[in-house]
């Protein structure tokens, strides 16, 4: 990088500019600090949602990013990738007006579609005349592609623009944090300032030889980010600002197309992950090859429901969609728009509910969270040897130390979760290779969780960072973890599902121990777990509710509100049966059971609110984590019934879509779910939660290891009469089964089995 100086007429001050990948940059503004509160809860209107691997899109109905700062509703639009947004404003005018739309949809995930019509062009164009079909799709970069009709009798001319823009902001700055210094907007030179020592404000962005668009910045780390902007079919005919002129001229019903592609960069290397394809054509085949190769390699299930039918296949769109490269392999990042990234406890959740439908999910899941496994102890990121990560972040402000997570650590409950996920994987597959290749691994996250119950017996935790979550388990709001009274928690807090974790991770690495001929340690592990269940048992009970407490708190008292955390426990075998039976049955109250689905905070606590984030919402993977407990108890009914409230809720949402939560009032007679207004969508483990579902009316028992499949009383619902799930892996075996109910029977057959595995049916 050079830097040399130059004179600016305009203001007779000595320019600096920068030397970059033999291109000439001055700097243009500081990006401003937002002086309006940039809260996530702006984000209330319809949006469009793309996403592919690491790169992500949100516009408004017509497929636009407003520029206008202050447009509040639109904060949290535009096109991101690794934590930065490489396009702030898109926006598509005719005659400079906003086209009328017609309809959209993004209902293919990566591509959206959107039809409009001109307004009324005085002395020039009838309204509604002009026919303009936007699509634009994502595929390792953003491609998008105009075509314009002419609908008139006569021929017309008009113009038709984009106007770019980009303000390179960290998505943590969007998401509301505030910074007291942003980095440089950069502003490219062209031939004419260099050689005659004037600023053109009609070319300024122009790369003059190829005819590309850059928006430019210079963060405060020195990092240098471009969004390049690469025209099809025809140039724009000339410039404004950051705005693309065509001037059309169509004859009667002629048609026209115009297009471009913009491609983000960092430090000169493409930001995505995914090389780009040449022209819009070439990345819409690509996406959809891609996502066919990969939908062939999964099991495919489907029912005699039709809507029902439209959630799965919505399902494993999005499944597709929300994978992420993070070093070979593809993880689930947690959800769009605000984390879409690696997750230790949402990626390790969502790949366990999805192992009926892809197993590979978990294995890339395990190696990715093993290779960030916690090395050193390291306050700022909590990190401490064997913890698996909580998030990942790649934008300016964790470059910059701003922010701890590169990675962050503050969860507790994902190491446990990942030595059960290690194990569930296990069975399902019998993969010795990983099974051997991480051993070392999961020792090591046991021995974290051992050291950090070494004091009390039970895994705590407590905010150390100060960039850090004040809550570290799946409820990490500040405000989610209260008593009966409503009062917050302090100090350390040890909530109940965490023990049950911990649990369930040690009897299941006892079970591997064993395999693997280490007796010794799988009898200290079972032990340890046996232990454990006795005093939990003892110390987590609220005699007077015959209810789990959500946790203890630092003097061994129990956090005695009525909570969803104690569903956890039911199928991680922790809880004595009778105690399981009691929380079992306290959950279908009407205080907790919506009708919809189980809230996460009982209606008749004092802190209760319907749109509380963790305070009485009600959450998919919450209620899919429950049900499951629940089959295991051979509470049948009930845990359908769980099933079929999440279920009916999908059918209302667009797309077909579980959102990550949506609020907790009471489902009455033709009444609606009443969303939340800022979920994420799509979500992992919301997306999980309908794979969990149909495991739970199969009922599949995996164990791979001894060559053997139980079918145990599988069940479905009143709604369906029919599922079939076709492409099943277990071991080596590709499996097709069909289960069809019969009154209150639901009987099963195996189609086709590729492979010796032993399928046992119970009936």
């Known amino acids: 990088m050079s830097e040399q100086s130059i004179n600016n007429t305009q203001d007779k001050q000595p320019l600096k500019l920068l030397n970059l990948g033999g291109r000439t940059f001055a700097p243009s503004e500081q990006v401003p600090i937002p002086e309006w509160p940039c809260t996530t809860t702006q984000r209330i209107q319809p949006t469009l949602t793309l996403k592919d691997d690491d790169l992500f899109l949100i516009t408004d109905q017509l497929g ?133 020592n004037h600023a053109s404000q009609d070319i300024h962005g122009v790369v003059e030889e190829t005819g590309e668009l850059t928006l430019a910045y210079q963060g ?85 429901n039709q809507e029902l039918n439209l959630i799965i296949e919505r399902a494993e769109e999005d499944i597709y969609l929300l994978g992420q490269t993070f070093g070979e392999g593809k993880v689930l990042s947690a959800g769009v728009p605000w984390f879409s990234t690696l997750f230790g406890r949402d990626s390790i959740i969502a790949a366990a509910q999805t192992l009926i439908f892809s197993p590979e999910i ?111 388990g799946w409820k990490d709001s500040a405000n989610c973890i209260v008593d009966s009274q409503g009062r917050l928690a302090e100090g350390n807090i040890y909530l109940c599902e965490v023990q049950g974790y911990v649990y369930g991770a040690k009897m299941a690495l006892s079970r591997l121990a064993r395999l693997r001929k280490e007796h010794d340690l799988a009898n200290k592990l079972e032990k340890e777990a046996h232990d454990l269940k006795i005093r939990f048992n003892e110390d987590f009970w609220l005699p007077e509710a015959e209810y789990i407490a959500l946790g203890l708190n630092d003097d061994g008292k129990p956090i005695d509100s009525i909570t969803s955390n104690p569903g956890h426990c039911l199928g991680l075998d922790i809880l004595l049966p009778d105690k399981a039976q009691s929380v079992a049955e306290r959950l279908q109250g009407p205080d907790l059971f919506s009708g919809w689905g189980i809230r996460t905070l009982s209606s008749l606590s004092p802190a209760y609110n319907p749109m509380g984030y963790h305070l009485g919402s009600v959450w998919p993977h919450d209620n899919g984590i429950i049900a499951v407990g629940l089959r295991s108890l051979n509470r049948v009914e009930q845990s359908l019934e769980v099933a079929q409230g999440i279920i009916d809720m999908t059918v ?3 797309y077909f879509r579980p959102p990550e939560l949506f609020c907790g009032y009471t489902r009455l007679p033709h009444s609606s779910p009443v969303r939340y ?27 791979a290891a001894n060559n053997c499949l139980q079918i145990v009383h599988p069940s479905l619902p009143d709604s369906i009469q029919f599922l079939c799930l076709e492409n099943l892996k277990i071991g080596q075996t590709l499996l097709d089964l069909e289960f069809e109910r019969s009154g209150n029977a639901t009987a099963c057959r195996v189609v086709r089995k590729r492979g010796n595995l032993r399928v046992i049916i119970e009936a």
């Open 220 to 304: 405060l780390d020195g990092i240098f980010m471009e969004s390049r902007i690469r025209f099809d079919h025809r140039q724009p005919d000339y410039f404004k600002g950051y705005t693309a002129i065509w001037q059309m001229q169509l004859n009667p019903h002629e048609t026209q197309s115009v297009g471009y592609c913009l491609q983000p960069f960092v430090d000169g290397q493409l930001a995505s992950a995914v090389s780009p394809p040449a022209n819009f054509k070439q990345a819409l085949a690509a996406e959809l090859s891609e996502e066919q190769k990969w939908r062939d390699r999964a099991t495919k299930i489907r029912t005699d």
């Open 652 to 654: 209302h949402q667009p």
């Open 362 to 472: 978990a294995r890339h899941t395990l190696l990715t969270l093993a290779s960030y496994q916690g090395q050193v102890d390291n306050e700022w990121r909590e990190e401490q040897p064997g913890k698996i990560l909580h998030e990942i972040r790649f934008g300016e402000m964790a470059r910059c130390g701003e922010v701890p997570h590169t990675p962050y650590y503050g969860t507790v409950d994902a190491t446990p979760l990942w030595i059960l996920l290690y194990a569930q994987y296990y069975s399902w597959t019998h993969d010795d290779e990983l099974l051997k290749g991480l051993w070392d691994n999961a020792l090591k996250a046991m021995d974290w969780i051992d050291r950090n119950c070494k004091e009390t017996g039970y895994l705590p935790y407590q905010c150390k960072s100060p960039g850090g979550l004040q809550n570290q």
């Open 64 to 196: 636009n990013i407003s520029g206008c700062e202050a447009d509040h509703a639109h904060l949290s639009l535009g096109l991101l990738c690794k934590d930065t947004r490489f396009l702030s404003r898109l926006e598509l005018q005719i005659e400079g007006q906003a086209p009328i739309l017609l309809s959209s949809t993004a209902r293919q995930g990566f591509a959206l579609s959107a039809l409009c019509a001109n307004p009324y062009i005085e002395g020039k164009i009838e309204a509604e005349t002009i026919g303009i079909e936007r699509n634009i799709v994502l595929q390792g970069a953003l491609f998008e592609e105009l075509t314009l009709t002419n609908y008139n009798t006569e021929a017309v001319d008009f113009e038709i623009s984009i106007s770019f823009d980009a303000d390179f902001l960290d998505l943590f700055v969007i998401r509301g944090a505030v910074r007291h210094a942003n980095g440089t907007i950069l502003r490219l030179v062209g031939k004419s300032e260099m050689d005659f």
């Open 677 to 703: 207004p800022v979920a994420c969508t799509p979500q992992a483990w919301a997306t999980g939660t309908i794979f969990q579902f149909l495991q739970i009316m199969a009922n599949l028992i995996p164990d």
